[in-house]
């Protein structure tokens, strides 16, 4: 149950440190981004002439005055001019009046820096070629892991570390890989261990355990024998055994042999990946992607919150207990991309520590693509957590006592996808992977797993050089300037409750209060329809599901629905003009929830749940749009806008325009 409203203590609508945050649904900042363009343009040229000053000029400035050097001139002005008008059909996602997918206007101090970085056109695959940018990435990666609470200091361990990808669909499948390595390098470590002839460790590990307890040592355990191992090496056999040993290991692991050959030596069961069934396709896509077979993803249940029910997480493992399935591990999403929704990655922690005692060991990783950034809100500028009783005075509902249990939870995660081009309000392409820990990188690379210190003992413990990034990471060449552009934004606003913070909580206002207002038009709209919510907003998403009053067949309110959303749909075929709102849709599969929970959204709709196979169709806001609670006119606000068009709109659909979905 929703409980009763608190006032907030200021909602910060009228704050302006917003302001010159954003270019501005009219371009009301046209001269202050025209400027930082201006000098950053100036500025990259200077660069240029400063390099050799003495080189003489390769262009002459004669070329201009030939009619070849013209017409590329020419062509190119024509070009550029059919790009600005072939863009002018893109989606508005600035205005106010937008509010469907996962986007908005863009930070203008993450603009700028990309455009400026551009310029330099750095690439992040190394140091040798991304220059500057690298350690910005590298920086960047340790501001979100800071942002989660969890260590990130790079002079001692354990220390996080995270880098940029191309967006939450390969920080996930990087997660996949990352754990597929340290679930399973345990076993290639003691297959090596026996190949070479040892049989206990320095540290007293026996070598020759049972398969199923390699299969089921935490993340930490796991690393931990693996550098006990080549130390061991290192000790008794020299630089020279600790080579040939990790020369052993390399070659048994799992990412070496296949996933059949090594399932077999080894007598394992295929190993599975537990998600929520409110989990991003992505998830699907790694798995297949990785070899591991989308059938060893398995859904757990979600609850009437379309949040991942713990319960049912509990039947899941002791399944796959039952069974000897390797669990790699467990993925919890904070920020479902169609509900917004945050599942309860406490409890997710807790199962994985209880269970890591019991023999059944898992990672935990936390796909946040949408909602990672919401964390800022929680952390104080000292870096502690916000108590939730200091946030709660600044919002109506938020955050509740699950909401902010999860978000305190994320210290102890294994790893996290994060999207600086979601709500980071970044240019694309910007996502980004952050594990708790640097070690791992180790894993992942084909190079020498140790360096030599001084005195020329090999140290098998020291920290990845992470600046070689292209050798840890799935991608190879990759843009530094959007490392530049995470890096400038997280300067101008930092990754805590009275930086970031401010922009995250602006969403959080306008969603809390869209969320009031539709429970009035509720009431208004009861004579020719029932609106719902069906999922109570966790952030900044809200669903509304809409049934004309008198219907109870599910296929006839999914075509009043379509209808419903051909009044707010984008298409490049259409002006953009001719809708005054841009809105998204969602439809829930019957297979993605309980019956239980199936029969219950029906019953709010006034929907019969005959043989449940209609899934049900919904609208979708995304409310992260800076201005949705600035005046749209003298009487209302964007969000008052919002509303009294899908009044009118339900209402048109309901009298004249019934046509269109009644059969
Ligand atoms: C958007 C999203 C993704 C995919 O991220 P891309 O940046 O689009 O690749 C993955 N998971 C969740 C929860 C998301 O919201």
Same mark, same amino acid.
């Given at each position: 149950?929703?409980?009763?409203? *608190?006032?907030?203590?200021?909602?910060?609508?009228?704050?302006?440190?917003?302001?010159?945050?954003?270019?501005?649904p009219l371009g009301e900042n046209a001269d202050l981004?025209?400027?930082?363009?201006?000098?950053?343009?100036?500025?990259?040229?200077?660069?240029?002439?400063?390099?050799?000053?003495?080189?003489?000029?390769?262009?002459?400035?004669?070329? =201009?005055?030939?009619?070849?050097?013209?017409?590329?001139?020419?062509?190119?002005?024509?070009?550029?001019?059919?790009?600005?008008?072939?863009?002018?059909?893109?989606?508005?996602?600035?205005?106010?009046?937008?509010? !469907?997918?996962?986007?908005?206007?863009?930070?203008?101090?993450?603009?700028?820096? *990309?455009?400026?970085?551009?310029?330099?056109?750095?690439?992040?695959?190394?140091?040798?070629?991304?220059?500057?940018?690298?350690?910005?990435? &590298?920086?960047?990666?340790?501001?979100? %892991?800071?942002?989660?609470? #969890?260590?990130?200091?790079?002079?001692?361990?354990?220390? %996080?570390?995270?880098?940029?990808?191309?967006?939450?669909?390969?920080?996930?499948?990087?997660?996949?890989?990352?754990?597929?390595?340290?679930? #399973?390098?345990?076993?290639?470590?003691?297959?090596?261990?026996?190949?070479?002839?040892?049989?206990?460790?320095?540290? !007293?590990?026996?070598?020759?355990?049972?398969?199923?307890?390699?299969?089921?040592?935490?993340?930490?355990?796991?690393?931990?024998?693996?550098?006990?191992?080549?130390?061991?090496?290192?000790?008794?056999?020299?630089?020279?055994? =600790?080579?040939?040993?990790?020369?052993?290991?390399?070659?048994?692991?799992?990412?070496?042999?296949?996933?059949?050959?090594?399932?077999?030596?080894?007598?394992?069961?295929?190993?599975?990946? /537990?998600?929520?069934?409110?989990?991003?396709?992505?998830?699907?896509?790694?798995?297949?992607?990785?070899?591991?077979?989308?059938?060893?993803?398995?859904?757990?249940?979600?609850?009437?919150?379309?949040?991942?029910?713990?319960?049912?997480?509990?039947?899941?493992?002791?399944?796959?207990?039952?069974?000897?399935?390797?669990?790699?591990?467990?993925?919890?999403?904070?920020?479902?991309?169609?509900?917004?929704?945050?599942?309860?990655?406490?409890?997710?922690?807790?199962?994985?520590?209880?269970?890591? !005692?019991? !023999?059944?060991?898992?990672?935990?990783?936390?796909?946040?693509?949408?909602?990672? @950034?919401?964390?800022?809100?929680?952390? %104080?500028?000292?870096?502690?957590?916000?108590?939730?009783?200091?946030?709660?005075?600044?919002?109506?509902?938020?955050?509740?006592?699950?909401?902010?249990?999860?978000?305190?939870?994320?210290?102890?995660? +294994?790893?996290?996808? /994060?999207?600086?081009?979601?709500?980071?309000?970044?240019?694309?392409?910007?996502?980004?992977?952050?594990?708790?820990?640097?070690?791992?990188?180790?894993?992942? $690379?084909?190079?020498?797993? @140790?360096?030599?210190?001084?005195?020329?003992?090999?140290?098998?413990? =020291?920290?990845?050089?992470?600046?070689?990034?292209?050798?840890?990471?799935?991608?190879?060449?990759?843009?530094?300037?959007?490392?530049?552009?995470?890096?400038?934004?997280?300067?101008?606003?930092?990754?805590? /409750?009275?930086?970031?913070? *401010?922009?995250?909580?602006?969403?959080?206002?306008?969603?809390?209060?869209?969320?009031?207002?539709?429970?009035?038009?509720?009431?208004?709209?009861?004579p020719v329809a029932t609106l719902t919510v069906p999922?109570?907003?966790?952030?900044?998403?809200?669903?509304?599901?809409?049934?004309?009053?008198?219907?109870?067949?599910?296929?006839?309110?999914?075509?009043?629905?379509?209808?419903?959303?051909? $009044?707010?749909?984008?298409?490049?075929?259409?002006?953009?003009?001719?809708?005054?709102?841009?809105?998204?849709?969602?439809?829930?599969?019957?297979?993605?929830?309980?019956?239980?929970?199936?029969?219950?959204?029906?019953?709010?709709?006034?929907?019969?749940?005959?043989?449940?196979?209609?899934?049900?169709?919904?609208?979708?806001?995304?409310? #992260?749009?800076?201005?949705? &609670?600035?005046?749209?006119?003298?009487?209302?606000?964007?969000? +008052?806008?919002?509303?009294?068009?899908?009044?009118?709109?339900?209402?048109?659909?309901?009298?004249?325009?019934?046509?269109?979905?009644?059969?």
């Open positions: 149950m929703v409980p009763p409203p *608190r006032t907030p203590r200021d909602t910060m609508s009228d704050d302006r440190t917003l302001d010159a945050a954003f270019l501005g981004l025209e400027r930082l363009v201006v000098d950053a343009l100036r500025d990259h040229t200077y660069w240029r002439r400063n390099f050799h000053p003495e080189d003489a000029p390769t262009i002459p400035a004669t070329a =201009a005055l030939d009619p070849a050097y013209q017409d590329v001139v020419a062509r190119t002005s024509h070009a550029l001019h059919r790009l600005a008008a072939d863009l002018k059909r893109s989606v508005p996602w600035f205005s106010p009046r937008y509010v !469907g997918h996962m986007a908005s206007d863009l930070l203008l101090p993450g603009l700028v820096a *990309r455009i400026l970085a551009t310029l330099y056109n750095p690439n992040n695959v190394s140091e040798d070629a991304g220059g500057p940018a690298v350690g910005m990435e &590298l920086a960047v990666g340790r501001q979100l %892991a800071a942002m989660f609470g #969890m260590a990130h200091d790079p002079s001692r361990d354990p220390c %996080a570390w995270g880098h940029l990808t191309s967006g939450g669909t390969i920080a996930n499948v990087e997660g996949l890989w990352n754990l597929r390595a340290v679930r #399973m390098i345990p076993l290639a470590v003691d297959a090596a261990l026996a190949e070479q002839g040892y049989t206990v460790l320095d540290d !007293g590990t026996p070598v020759g355990r049972a398969a199923g307890s390699l299969a089921n040592l935490s993340i930490e355990d796991a690393l931990a024998f693996r550098v006990a191992a080549l130390r061991t090496a290192a000790s008794e056999r020299g630089a020279a055994g =600790a080579a040939a040993l990790h020369r052993s290991i390399e070659a048994a692991r799992i990412e070496a042999m296949g996933h059949r050959t090594f399932l077999e030596r080894f007598g394992l069961h295929d190993p599975v990946v /537990v998600a929520p069934a409110s989990a991003h396709y992505s998830w699907s896509k790694a798995m297949k992607l990785l070899g591991l077979g989308a059938a060893q993803l398995v859904p757990v249940h979600v609850d009437a919150h379309m949040r991942l029910d713990p319960g049912d997480l509990e039947v899941v493992l002791d399944r796959l207990a039952a069974d000897a399935r390797p669990v790699l591990g467990v993925i919890g999403v904070l920020g479902t991309t169609e509900f917004g929704t945050l599942d309860p990655i406490d409890a997710l922690v807790r199962a994985r520590d209880q269970r890591a !005692g019991l !023999g059944q060991a898992f990672g935990v990783h936390v796909d946040a693509a949408w909602g990672g @950034y919401l964390a800022s809100l929680f952390r %104080a500028p000292d870096g502690t957590l916000v108590p939730r009783d200091a946030l709660s005075e600044r919002f109506r509902y938020f955050p509740s006592a699950a909401v902010y249990d999860a978000f305190a939870a994320l210290a102890h995660v +294994d790893a996290i996808t /994060v999207d600086p081009h979601k709500l980071g309000f970044i240019p694309y392409p910007a996502g980004a992977f952050v594990t708790r820990h640097r070690q791992l990188a180790h894993l992942l $690379t084909e190079s020498a797993p @140790y360096v030599f210190d001084e005195h020329g003992t090999p140290d098998v413990a =020291a920290p990845p050089d992470l600046t070689a990034l292209g050798r840890y990471i799935l991608e190879g060449s990759k843009p530094g300037a959007a490392a530049a552009s995470v890096h400038v934004t997280h300067e101008v606003m930092p990754l805590h /409750v009275d930086g970031f913070g *401010r922009l995250i909580a602006r969403t959080i206002h306008a969603c809390e209060s869209f969320f009031d207002r539709v429970r009035s038009l509720a009431i208004q709209l009861a999922f109570e907003p966790d952030s900044n998403v809200v669903c509304l599901g809409v049934n004309p009053v008198g219907n109870a067949d599910p296929a006839t309110m999914n075509r009043f629905m379509r209808a419903l959303f051909a $009044t707010m749909s984008f298409t490049p075929r259409e002006p953009l003009q001719v809708h005054d709102f841009i809105g998204s849709f969602t439809s829930i599969a019957p297979s993605r929830l309980t019956p239980d929970n199936r029969a219950r959204l029906c019953a709010e709709l006034g929907l019969h749940d005959d043989d449940g196979t209609e899934a049900v169709f919904l609208l979708r806001h995304t409310l #992260m749009n800076p201005w949705l &609670l600035r005046p749209m006119d003298s009487e209302r606000d964007w969000v +008052d806008g919002y509303l009294s068009f899908l009044q009118t709109a339900v209402e048109r659909l309901c009298s004249t325009d019934r046509a269109r979905w009644s059969a």
